[in-house]
């Protein structure tokens, strides 16, 4: 089972920027996907990242196209999401998880890290 540690959320002011980190420890098989996921109070969980460790696949959100960027090091079993021109509705707490396919249905994603939150000021 992977373990995840997801960290570099805090407050910043409508346009800026933060990066997001996940740590993976444990198994890690080539070939898991990590998503990154997020949830505003009141709201379901929704998807906005993902990346394959072995190979350069990623999908966005339409919410999210554009401003973040999602990457990995594989060495570091890292995940990366770059956040820019951060805007209020993206105020959440944001997750990493790993899974095993191509997916965007949080459900389908076993492996979860603990959130970080994100605030977003106008």
């Known amino acids: 089972q992977a373990q995840l540690a997801a960290s570099g959320g805090g407050l910043v002011q409508a346009g800026g920027s933060l990066r997001l980190s996940c740590a993976a420890s444990g198994r890690t098989v080539r070939g898991h996907v990590v998503g990154w996921f997020r949830q505003a109070p009141g709201k379901e969980r929704e998807f906005v990242s993902y990346i394959t460790w072995s190979g350069d696949l990623t999908k966005y959100s339409d919410s999210v196209k554009g401003r973040f960027t999602i990457s990995r090091d594989n060495a570091a079993k890292t995940v990366y999401l770059q956040m820019n021109s951060l805007k209020p509705e993206d105020t959440a707490d944001y997750y990493c998880?790993?899974?095993?396919?191509?997916?965007?249905?949080?459900?389908?994603?076993?492996?979860w890290g603990q959130g970080t939150q994100v605030t977003v000021s106008s």
């Open positions: 998880a790993a899974g095993l396919f191509l997916e965007t249905n949080p459900a389908l994603y076993p492996d």
